[in-house]
């Protein structure tokens, strides 16, 4: 099992940055997949960044692809998400999560475990 706990959320302007953690307890990294998925009011969830199983690539949305970054820091057992260049269509609830599946990076039924969420917030 896993557990994931996310922080580094709150309110920045337009062109700012931030960078989330999540950190995981349980199984390592090598055993699970961590990717990051956002959610605003009224909207359906959606991918964010994400490694590939092995951790070798990765993979972006579109919408945040050159302004976001997906690191790890297996020793800690944490993974972030830089955020540069914020607009207000990021704001949003930042969830990370962790499977065991090698595929579905991009989807949200394909992971196993979810933290709580930290609220990102970008003003205009």
């Known amino acids: 099992q896993v557990q994931l706990v996310e922080s580094g959320g709150g309110l920045v302007q337009a062109g700012g940055s931030l960078r989330l953690s999540c950190a995981a307890s349980?199984?390592?990294?090598?055993?699970?997949?961590l990717g990051w998925f956002r959610q605003a009011p009224g909207k359906e969830r959606e991918f964010v960044a994400a490694?590939?199983?092995?951790?070798?690539?990765?993979y972006y949305a579109d919408s945040v692809k050159g302004r976001f970054t997906i690191s790890r820091d297996n020793a800690q057992n944490t993974v972030y998400l830089r955020m540069n260049s914020l607009k207000p269509e990021d704001t949003a609830v930042y969830y990370c999560?962790?499977?065991?599946?090698?595929?579905?990076?991009?989807?949200?039924?394909?992971?196993?475990?979810w933290g709580q969420g930290t609220q990102v917030t970008v003003s205009s």
């Open positions: 349980g199984r390592t990294f090598t055993s699970y997949a």
């Open positions: 490694f590939s199983a092995t951790g070798a690539s990765t």
């Open positions: 999560a962790a499977r065991s599946r090698t595929t579905g990076p991009t989807i949200a039924g394909a992971y196993d475990y």
